[in-house]
């Protein structure tokens, strides 16, 4: 892959789970130059459809929502207190610069406080909750906040600063879980207008993943596809010790094959025709074992059931307000998703069904 706008400026966007609006917008913009139809579910998930042929239909979905924060109060000094919203571990954010989006888009500065050692070497060292978290943004007390735009419900996310490492082949921003579906849903949809394929394929965003995978549950329910492929970015633990339980994956070596995770058993069908795939087509990929789960645990109950796996992507430090991806990994998980959807068929449909 040589073009990354649509990650870069997807990640520069802001989405908390329930405030996707902004994601949306820019996920229809672009789906509608590619697609036969733009659907969406009553939730706010966003997919384009293109018909290559009469054989099955592929759903591939990233999901648009970040982990961040929520502004659930003003104290009397104008600090904003935050609420979670998804898995971020409150330690990440201090001394951090993030952003209030206020209304129309626009967005306030701010840094999550920290005590200065001087302050603190007498006192006792106590763990960070988000409760102990205050967002100063220059306020100098709550109606001054408030005047500047600040209102309780409002959404928080890092300050993004996205960039390439030095060698150029890594790239460090917040969102990448899962702004990286989301790009590879639109970078697959301009793929194939200038290919031929036997499917239906259908690609977007689902919403409220970190919350817990509702948008994938709506989403999967209105198309009810054949097959769904969940892209989304896993924790590799390559910068571990090796005797480390958590050193699974790596940065670069290819598309992760996630044979497991606690809500969604990969099909040993669907196992074995990754490998044989991905062999065929030399296309770089590792076997991963997650603990968390993704958008293909709801999708497994669409309909009557619906195969349903991940093509994960890996990525350093997730769920903080700096992640890491692989270029080479990108353009793995590319080419799978390209090759499943020229290899797929009825007839490989049934195959996968692995009914006896």
């Known amino acids: 892959m040589e073009d990354f706008t649509y990650f870069k400026e997807l990640a520069n966007l802001n989405g908390i789970a329930g405030h996707e609006k902004q994601v949306r917008g820019y996920m229809k913009k672009e789906l509608i130059k590619y697609s036969d139809e733009i659907v969406q579910d ?3 998930g966003v997919f384009g459809i293109k018909k290559g042929g009469v054989g099955p239909t592929i759903m591939i979905a990233g999901h648009m929502d970040e982990v961040g924060a929520m502004v659930v109060g003003i104290t009397d000094h104008g600090f904003i207190k935050m609420l979670a919203i998804g898995g971020l571990n409150p330690e ?5 610069n993030v952003q209030i989006t206020i209304d129309n888009n626009k967005t306030i500065a701010g840094v999550v406080g920290a005590i200065p050692p001087h302050m603190a070497r007498n006192s006792e060292k106590k763990e960070i909750s988000f409760d102990s978290l205050l967002l100063d943004i220059g306020a100098d007390s709550k109606e001054h906040a408030i005047a500047m735009g600040v209102k309780v419900g409002q959404q928080i996310t890092p300050v993004n600063y996205f960039y390439f490492t030095e060698d150029g082949k890594k790239i460090v921003s917040k969102a990448w879980d899962d702004r990286v579906g989301c790009a590879m849903a639109l970078e697959v949809m301009k793929e194939i207008s200038n290919i031929k394929h036997p499917n239906t394929v259908v690609a977007g965003g689902t919403v409220q993943e970190e919350v817990g995978l509702r948008g994938a549950k709506v989403a999967s329910t209105m198309i009810a596809p054949d097959l769904f492929l969940a892209v989304d970015v896993s924790p590799v ?11 699974n994956g ?3 070596g290819g598309f992760l094959v996630r044979y497991y995770d606690p809500r969604c058993i990969m099909n040993p069908e669907i196992f074995q025709y990754f490998e ?8 770089s990929f590792q076997y991963f074992k997650s603990t968390g789960g993704t958008d293909a645990a709801e999708a497994q109950y669409a309909g009557t059931g619906t195969l349903s796996t991940t093509v994960g992507v890996p990525g350093r430090y997730i769920h903080s307000t700096a992640t890491m991806i692989h270029v080479d990994d990108l353009k793995a998980v590319k080419e799978m998703l390209i090759a499943i959807i020229k290899d797929f068929n009825k007839e490989r449909f049934q195959e996968l069904l692995g009914h006896e």
Request: net charge positive; glycine share 10%.
């Open 237 to 247: 633990g390559d910068f571990l010790p090796k005797d480390d339980v958590n050193a």
């Open 42 to 44: 009553k939730l706010g």
């Open 250 to 252: 790596k940065l670069g």
């Open 276 to 283: 044989k795939l991905a062999q065929k087509n030399n296309i």
């Open 92 to 96: 990440v954010l201090v001394s951090q």
